[in-house]
């Protein structure tokens, strides 16, 4: 099974809404980082929570990992149209040795009308 | 911030013939460089890690001989599609990582359309 999958596989809202999506993971984990892609586009780079962390804002987004339950989210609050991507949650894994190699998710396509 | 600049964006190619993607770090020394492909609507595959000066490493069902990655500097490695087929359209990433703990730094992708 895929390392780090997302649900919803997509989400649609409106402006002034609040967005969750959610990870699951199998192994353990050193991190969990948030990317978001725009349509095409390469990666950039929301979040990084790592494995003694529970939670973590930076602006209008909220990231919470529950490592009991190999789980995290991602809260965007007050959501913009500019907002609509991709987002895909990656986990590097807590074995040593990784070299980083992070594992991407499927994730969930956000639409955020306005 | 840190940029990774990947070239082309776009290419369209005759089924034989052989492509090469660049992948470069404008601003910061990549030590490892991870090449990624990724179909429509679906998560990124990990194709190979590359390291400056050493062979590429790669993952489990990539032809190495096939896809061929080449780091030979601190900001740049190219993946070369060899006798592309039209099974390897798709859209292939690159991403950066320099010496320290910084997150990976994405290039913007370039769309490989065989013809």
């Known amino acids: 099974s895929q390392q780090g999958e997302e649900d919803p596989q997509a989400l649609s809202i409106q402006e002034g809404e609040n967005a969750t999506m959610n990870c699951s993971y199998k192994?353990?984990?050193?991190?969990l980082q948030w990317y978001r892609q725009n349509s095409g586009r390469g990666l950039v780079h929301l979040i990084l929570?790592?494995?003694?962390?529970r939670e973590k804002h930076s602006g209008r987004l909220r990231v919470t990992l529950d490592t009991s339950k190999k789980s995290s989210s991602l809260l965007i609050t007050a959501s913009r149209a500019a907002d609509t991507a991709s987002y895909f949650c990656?986990?590097?894994?807590?074995?040593?040795?990784?070299?980083?190699?992070?594992?991407f998710g499927k994730g969930t396509l956000l639409t955020v009308n306005p | 911030g840190a940029v990774v600049s990947q070239h082309p964006s776009r290419v369209i190619c005759k089924s034989g013939t052989s492509v090469k993607i660049e992948c470069r770090s404008l601003?910061?020394?990549?030590?490892?460089m991870f090449w990624y492909r990724q179909f429509p609507k679906q998560s990124l595959m990990l194709m190979a890690t590359?390291?400056?000066?050493?062979?590429?490493?790669?993952e489990q069902g990539v032809e190495k001989d096939k896809f061929l990655i080449n780091h030979a500097s601190l900001t740049l490695s190219t993946l070369t599609v060899t006798s592309a087929h039209p099974e390897d359209s798709s859209f292939y990433i690159c991403?950066?990582?320099?010496?320290?703990?910084?997150?990976?730094?994405f290039g913007n992708g370039t769309r490989l359309t065989v013809t």
């Open positions: 991403s950066a990582r320099g010496r320290d703990n910084s997150p990976l730094h």
């Open positions: 192994t353990s984990i050193n991190n």
């Open positions: 929570i790592r494995s003694n962390e």
């Open positions: 990656a986990t590097e894994p807590g074995s040593g040795g990784s070299n980083y190699k992070l594992t």
């Open positions: 601003d910061f020394q990549a030590t490892t």
């Open positions: 590359s390291n400056e000066g050493s062979k590429a490493t790669y």
